[in-house]
């Protein structure tokens, strides 16, 4: 899939600031951003987001996307798994009003600062065990958030993000070569599984995973 490669490729990262940076050196980055609250989406940049905030207009182009992909309309139901403070969910529900958007992440800081619009259908858990029926949902998606599990977590993930849904689409991030691997290493904070193209398609098929997936690169 190609949907949020365009979003991904606009930003400017300074990957050796991050690494270098003497005041919040990558360990002490990524120990505060793995607990989630307000350092990862709110705090300082050197530590993740540097202000997480909805940008009117950022997420549509995505979610018009998905809608276009999946056929989704106002009588659909869609998950966000890793959903953070409900962005793309309020985009969805911005454009297709009536449609039924339901998110599940690991923050509580994040669901607490979800849009009203769409925070009572956010709740708190794991990818790997999620709290719903099977088939429950037209699409669950998820982007950028199960790379940040450790694999055997990772392989319950595909296998749930299947049992709910009767479409799926994942983006995870990854690398084509030594460079991107090295700007992998050097940006992220929270990542955990760490899979070139080739190595992902092989646990996509060991998790009988045969959907939409999405790989973001470093570049």
């Not at 600062?113 to 709290?131: D, F, K, N, R």
């Not at 599990?149 to 084509?176: D, P």
């Not at 899979?195 to 995973?209: C, H, I, M, T």
Request: charged residues 25%.
């Amino acid at each position: 899939m190609n949907i949020v490669k365009a979003k991904h490729n606009s930003v400017s990262r300074d990957y050796l600031a991050r690494v270098n940076d003497l005041e919040y050196p990558k360990h002490r980055a990524a120990e505060l951003a793995k607990k989630w609250d307000f350092d990862y989406w709110d705090g300082d940049r050197r530590i993740c987001y540097g202000g997480y905030t909805y940008r009117p207009g950022y997420w549509t182009p995505i979610a018009q996307s998905l809608i276009e992909n999946y056929g989704l309309s106002q009588s659909s139901k869609v998950l966000d798994i890793g959903c953070g403070k409900g962005f793309l969910l309020f985009e969805l529900h911005k454009i297709l009003p009536g449609i039924k958007v339901h998110g599940l992440d690991i923050s509580e800081y994040a669901i607490k600062h979800a849009p009203t619009e769409v925070s009572s259908q956010i709740v708190l858990g794991t990818a790997q065990e999620l709290p719903y029926k099977d088939v429950e949902f037209d699409l669950a998606l998820s982007i950028n958030t199960f790379h940040n599990l450790e694999v055997f977590n990772l392989y319950r993930a595909l296998k749930e993000v299947n049992r709910v849904s009767k479409q799926s689409y994942v983006v995870v991030e990854s690398y084509r070569n030594e460079k991107e691997k090295e700007n992998l290493l050097y940006w992220q904070v929270t990542c955990e599984s760490f899979f070139n193209p080739a190595e992902w398609k092989w646990l996509f098929n060991l998790a009988e995973y045969d959907r939409d997936y999405e790989f973001i690169y470093f570049s």
